[in-house]
């Protein structure tokens, strides 16, 4: 009994673990950092503090294990990042 008590814990750790989103995360770490040497902490600063802070907060959710709105932060920060990226090009003349 104990030792069916104590498989069924770890499996239960083992798919909590498995969902972690690292991928994502891992992604819009690299968004951010591609923002910033884009520039876009100057040239797009609103864009670029709104996916810090959609970071900030899916970290906040992977401490907590809250890894469905983890991933969605993550996701969200990626997508900041690109707008911030986006925004901080050049206006390219006609």
């Known amino acids: 009994m104990l030792r069916k008590a104590v498989l069924t814990s770890l499996l239960a750790g083992l798919v909590a673990c498995a969902s972690a989103p690292v ?8 968004a951010i950092a591609a923002a910033r040497a884009a520039g876009a902490t100057a040239r797009a600063p609103d864009d670029f503090q709104a996916a810090q802070a959609a970071m900030t907060r899916a970290e906040s959710h992977l401490q907590l294990h809250e890894y469905s709105r983890a991933r969605v932060e993550a996701v969200e920060a990626k997508r ?13 003349g006609s």
């Open 80 to 92: 900041d990042a690109a707008a911030a990226i986006a925004h901080s090009q050049p206006a390219s």
């Open 23 to 30: 991928q994502e995360m891992s992604d819009a770490r690299q």
